[in-house]
């Protein structure tokens, strides 16, 4: 491959990816973005593999933190721009603290809060991966579009093991996202009832942020889509707004979106529309104390399809590994690296 060709590499202090082949489409693109960590090609096959199968022809980023160069030739290979940040031997490792300090300093000046110390506030460089992919999701991908030229139109933060395609989930974007909504999200068809969303609202934020969300509907952040500058603008924020508590993304995220300036640019689907299914509290009726959705309406699996109860595929299909029918055969379809 030429140089000449070739993306430019990232600008983002630390951070590299191996130069691949710049996309010259006929107007923007289409993106979606994951995280990796501690994964081999094995545990990211039916992601690739079933989203290769929709015919999806854009962008596929992959922020990779600890793992094995073996899965960053193998997702390169499938034609993915994979950030990197240090290669030690055969295994690429992340430190969040080497990256902060760099962050933070000033000409000669670390320039930090004077809490900071490091005994009492080393917790501060480790935040989780769940936690900081986001972070890194928005930098590097404004990043590349600035360095690039690349243009693009809708982008997806998916999760990376548990997600699986049946259709190009832009397709529906396109279709049904109205001109006044810049994001796109789904609900899992519990409430901030269900004693986990209840319990780590409080834990992180306090019983004020419980009473923000109470009655409303969980919005899953294993996979939401939008409008590219809106999509980096809201993981940046809610980086920010889960950074002090490290506790958990999704909490931050109903929390964001329990905003209005965030709330009124979002549309929100659930299990009757065949976008995005969240399986892990609808492919059955949930237990759960905060289930709202009506078992008569939940999602049939038929001939090796998720279904919603209408008849159409949806798109994705998040925790498609909660339901061992489903997961066995996207495995079967899907699985090999």
């Not at 940040?85 to 990256?99: A, M, N, P």
């Not at 992919?133 to 991908?141: D, I, K, M, Q």
């Not at 209005?260 to 299914?277: K, S, Y």
Request: charged letters at 25%; one cysteine or more; glycine letters at 6%.
């Amino acid at each position: 491959m030429s140089s000449r060709s070739a993306l430019p590499v990232p600008t983002v202090p630390g951070w590299h990816t191996t130069p691949v082949e710049p996309l010259r489409p006929t107007g923007p693109l289409d993106a979606i973005v994951t995280a990796v960590s501690g994964y081999r090609p094995a545990d990211m096959a039916v992601w690739f593999n079933s989203l290769k199968a929709t015919g999806f022809t854009g962008r596929v980023f992959v922020v990779a933190y600890d793992v094995d160069a073996e899965l960053v030739r193998w997702m390169e290979a499938q034609g993915a721009v994979v950030f990197t940040y240090r290669q030690d031997g055969t295994r690429y490792r992340y430190s969040q603290l080497d990256e902060e300090l760099a962050d933070h300093l000033d000409g000669r000046k670390l320039r930090v809060d004077s809490r900071w110390t490091w005994t009492r506030r080393i917790l501060r460089f480790r935040d989780k991966i769940h936690d900081r992919r986001f972070f890194h999701s928005s930098e590097l991908l404004r990043d590349h579009a600035a360095r690039t030229g690349e243009t693009f139109r809708f982008l997806a933060f998916s999760d990376a093991r548990d997600v699986a395609f049946q259709g190009n989930p832009f397709d529906w974007i396109a279709a049904n996202l109205p001109a006044d909504k810049d994001l796109i999200a789904s609900v899992e068809g519990i409430t901030h009832a269900d004693p986990w969303n209840h319990r780590m609202t409080i834990k992180a934020f306090g019983k004020h942020a419980l009473r923000r969300v109470a009655g409303k509907p969980v919005i899953c952040c294993g996979f939401f889509a939008g409008r590219f500058e809106a999509m980096l603008e809201l993981m940046l924020a809610n980086y920010y707004f889960d950074q002090s508590k490290r506790i958990g993304d999704q909490i931050a995220f109903n929390q964001l979106l329990s905003f209005g300036a965030f709330g009124r640019i979002t549309l929100l689907t659930d299990w009757q529309q065949p976008w995005t299914l969240h399986a892990c509290t609808l492919m059955e009726p949930s237990k759960s104390p905060g289930a709202f959705a009506d078992p008569a309406t939940l999602p049939r699996f038929e001939d090796g399809m998720v279904l919603t109860r209408a008849g159409e595929p949806f798109a994705v299909i998040h925790h498609y590994d909660r339901a061992p029918a489903v997961e066995a055969r996207f495995k079967s379809l899907y699985g090999t690296p």
